[in-house]
C-alpha cells in the first residue's frame, strides 16, 4: 500500500500552508488525552485549531506512565495549565478483559503469547476516576488549574464531563 497517497495529499497541503508563527506553547494552555480511535478529532471536537493544545494519545485514553511523562512536560515547559481527559462512547478498550484482548492480539500477530499489557477497561466511568486521580497525585502536576474526566460520544459529537 505505501504512503503515496498520504505524501501526494501533504503535496497539496503544504502548496497552501502559511507559517503562521505560532509557538510551540499551547496557545490556550490545554492539554488533551484522547484515545486513538480514527472517529474522533480532538480539535474539531473542541474547537480548537493548530497551536491550541498539547494533544496525547493512546488506546483507551489512559493516565499511563508514558501518558504522565507528555502531559508532564505539556504542563511544565510548553503552557498547558488546563487538562481535559476524554474517554468515549463504543470504545474498544472498554468491556473486555486483559486476558481476551491479549488472546486476540497473539492470534491476530500469530505469536503463542502476549505479554504487552494492553489496558483494557471494565468500567468506563471507575476507570475514568481513576486515572484523573493518577494525574492528581503526580508532584509534578500540582499546579494543573483545571482537570477534567469528558466522554466524547461518536454518534453524536457531543462531549460531556463527567468528572
Ligand atoms: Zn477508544
Same mark, same amino acid.
Request: aromatic letters at 4%; glycine letters at 6%.
Given at each position: 500500500?505505501?504512503?503515496?497517497?498520504?505524501?501526494?495529499?501533504?503535496?497539496?497541503?503544504?502548496?497552501?500552508?502559511?507559517?503562521?508563527?505560532?509557538?510551540?506553547?499551547?496557545?490556550?494552555?490545554?492539554?488533551?488525552?484522547?484515545?486513538?480511535?480514527?472517529?474522533? @478529532?480532538? +480539535?474539531?471536537? =473542541?474547537? $480548537? !485549531?493548530?497551536?491550541?493544545?498539547?494533544?496525547? /494519545?493512546?488506546?483507551?485514553?489512559?493516565? %499511563?506512565? @508514558?501518558? +504522565?511523562?507528555? =502531559?508532564? $512536560? !505539556?504542563?511544565?515547559?510548553?503552557?498547558?495549565? /488546563?487538562?481535559?481527559?476524554?474517554?468515549? %462512547?463504543?470504545?474498544?478498550?472498554?468491556?473486555?478483559?486483559?486476558?481476551?484482548?491479549?488472546?486476540?492480539?497473539?492470534?491476530?500477530?500469530?505469536?503463542?503469547?502476549?505479554?504487552?499489557?494492553?489496558?483494557?477497561?471494565?468500567?468506563?466511568?471507575?476507570?475514568?476516576?481513576?486515572?484523573?486521580?493518577?494525574?492528581?497525585?503526580?508532584?509534578?502536576?500540582?499546579?494543573?488549574?483545571?482537570?477534567?474526566?469528558?466522554?466524547?460520544?461518536?454518534?453524536?459529537?457531543?462531549?460531556?464531563?463527567?468528572?
Amino acid at each position: 500500500m505505501g504512503f503515496d497517497d498520504l505524501l501526494a495529499a501533504n503535496t497539496t497541503y503544504a502548496a497552501s500552508f502559511t507559517d503562521t508563527g505560532i509557538a510551540g506553547a499551547a496557545a490556550k494552555e490545554l492539554a488533551v488525552l484522547t484515545c486513538i480511535d480514527s472517529r474522533i @478529532d480532538p +480539535l474539531k471536537v =473542541l474547537g $480548537l !485549531a493548530p497551536g491550541d493544545a498539547k494533544i496525547v /494519545r493512546n488506546a483507551g485514553a489512559r493516565v %499511563t506512565d @508514558d501518558a +504522565l511523562r507528555s =502531559l508532564t $512536560l !505539556a504542563h511544565n515547559l510548553l503552557g498547558a495549565k /488546563r487538562i481535559c481527559v476524554i474517554a468515549h %462512547t463504543e470504545c474498544a478498550m472498554v468491556g473486555t478483559s486483559e486476558h481476551d484482548l491479549q488472546a486476540r492480539v497473539a492470534k491476530a500477530a500469530n505469536v503463542a503469547h502476549c505479554d504487552v499489557d494492553l489496558l483494557p477497561v471494565d468500567n468506563q466511568l471507575a476507570t475514568l476516576a481513576t486515572d484523573l486521580e493518577r494525574i492528581r497525585n503526580s508532584p509534578l502536576l500540582q499546579n494543573v488549574t483545571d482537570l477534567g474526566g469528558f466522554i466524547f460520544n461518536v454518534r453524536t459529537g457531543e462531549l460531556t464531563q463527567v468528572l
